[in-house]
């Protein structure tokens, strides 16, 4: 005689949650599947990715299934798997974000580069030095920059104040509260001089905003994305203002958006500065501006 009881359903493993996840992730068009799924499972589980990858044998109980459930449905909204994680590393440094500050990029590390770069033609990295990070929403160019200057005093300014907030919170937990944050328009609040500014300042378009991936559109904060109608606003009010706060013989490095290299060059350019070659990132776009004080 057959029992009418139904056989259980065996549990689902870490690995085959992970494989599931990313064929959903892959069908719903988001271009990185694969470490996407690992990213957002060893979250939901509370692993990092060597106890994850450990971890693959292990069935998974109702919550787990929920929690990957609920991550994997915000990943297929586009939300960026930072701003769910609500961590993104930038410049080997682990950065906290949320809603008020934009996901660090690679490309911006471009301008640490850049800065450091600088800094080593004139001497020593541990020298003393003053820094300038002019909108500095969580705090990564500025982190990164006093990581690598131990001798710096580095400050770091924002419109914010929950991007200052999360700068600040930054700062603490990586040991480096010796960056000051300050509330303020660019370098409005400032006095120099500064051996180094640098900038990552909103340099899209206002009208092709609406044309972004729905990652940036929907998630970034406006602020930090819209230059203006013609996307060049930041770098006119940094033009206005920093070259007095630099020191002789100090330099300006911002970071640069598409087909940008010619018109900041003729901004920085009129307003005093001498100007070198941008540097590219590594898709050899031109990404970083480098115009000194004379």
């Known amino acids: 005689m057959q029992s009418d009881t139904a056989a259980p359903v065996a549990a689902r493993t870490v690995a085959v949650a992970r494989r599931d996840l990313a064929a959903r992730l892959r069908g719903g068009g988001i271009e ?42 915000r990943r297929l909204g586009h939300e ?28 911006s590390e471009t301008v640490v580069e850049a800065a450091l770069t600088v800094i080593e ?8 030095l003053r820094i300038a990070d002019l909108g500095t929403g969580s705090g990564a160019l500025a982190l990164a920059l006093a990581s690598e200057l131990p001798n710096a005093v580095v400050v770091g300014t924002d419109l914010g104040f929950g991007a200052l907030a ?23 609040a400032l006095r120099g001089p500064f051996d180094v500014i640098v900038s990552n300042p909103p340099y899209i378009a206002s009208g092709d905003i609406a044309a972004l991936a729905p990652e940036v559109r929907e998630f970034d904060p406006r602020a930090a994305l819209d230059g203006g109608r013609d996307g060049l606003d930041g770098y006119r009010t940094i033009a206005a203002t920093a070259p007095a706060l630099l020191a002789a013989g100090g330099a300006l490095i ?27 990132d590594l898709n050899g776009t031109p990404r970083a501006l480098i115009a000194k004080r004379a």
Do not use: Y
């Open 254 to 280: 911002v970071e640069l958006g598409t087909a940008q290299a010619e018109p900041v060059a003729r901004l920085f350019g009129s307003a005093g500065l001498a100007l070198s070659p941008p540097r590219p």
């Open 80 to 107: 960026p798997v930072a701003r769910i994680v609500g961590r993104k590393e930038f410049w080997s440094l682990p950065l906290q974000v949320d809603a008020a500050t934009l996901v660090p990029r690679p490309e």
């Open 121 to 128: 033609a004139c001497g020593s990295r541990r020298r003393p």
């Open 166 to 188: 999360v700068a600040r919170e930054n700062a603490r937990r990586l040991g480096l509260e010796r960056v000051a944050f300050v509330a303020c328009n660019m370098a409005d």
């Open 32 to 73: 990185s599947p694969d470490l996407d799924a690992r990213i957002l499972i060893a979250h939901a589980l509370g692993l990092d990715q060597t106890t994850l990858a450990l971890a693959g044998a292990r069935p998974l109980d109702a919550e787990e299934e929920s929690a990957i459930a609920a991550l994997g449905r």
